[in-house]
Structures are given as C-alpha cells and as structure tokens.
C-alpha cells in the first residue's frame, strides 16, 4: 500500500468514525425524545380521564342541583299552582258567564 492510499485509508476511517459518533449521539437524541413523547401520552391520557371525571361529576352535580327542591321552593310552588288554578277558574267563569249572557241576547 502507498503512503497516498494510507491517507486516503486514514481519511476515510476518521469519516467513519465521525459518523458512527454522530449516529450515537443522534441514536442517543431519538431515544430520548422517545421517552418524552410517551411521557407526554401518559400525561395527556392522565388529563383526559381527570376532564371526563370532573365532566361526569359537573353534570351529576347539575342534575343534583334540578332535583334538590327544598321545603320553601315546594310550598311556594304549590301556592303559585293554586293561585294559576283560581285564576284560571275565574277565566272560566267570566266565559261561561260571558257565553250563557249571549245565548240569552
């Protein structure tokens, strides 16, 4: 072998070993972004279960609040119902009165 090739041979092992050193280090670089990328799926698969529960826990408590009727707001109710049904029945009367005075026109 020439001293012309022994360069050349040198040359080209210093290229090879400069891109085995980059490959590990790129090597090195994937992995790691590997390990963060599933980091950030078990985070984000965390985040997801904690909104579907407090969204579950949001409408139960939504439903919770329509059903809670308390003493005050039935009583008031029930008067508010009455008074609709004695106006309504005053209504009705003023008809029929209304009706039966025509009749007898």
């Given at each position: ?32 972004l590997y ?23 949001y409408n ?14 039935l009583k ?30």
């Amino acid at each position: 072998m020439t001293n012309e090739e022994r360069q050349s041979m040198k040359k080209f092992e210093a290229k090879v070993r400069q891109v085995i050193a980059q490959f590990r280090v790129l090597k090195k670089e994937n992995s790691d972004l590997y390990a963060e990328l599933e980091s950030k799926d078990s985070e984000i698969a965390r985040l997801k279960a904690d909104l579907e529960q407090r969204t579950r826990d949001y409408n139960n408590l939504k439903l919770a609040k329509m059903i809670d009727v308390s003493d005050s707001d039935l009583k008031e109710s029930k008067q508010r119902i009455t008074r609709l049904v004695r106006e309504i029945n005053k209504c009705i009367n003023i008809l029929s009165s209304g009706v039966e005075s025509g009749e007898n026109n």
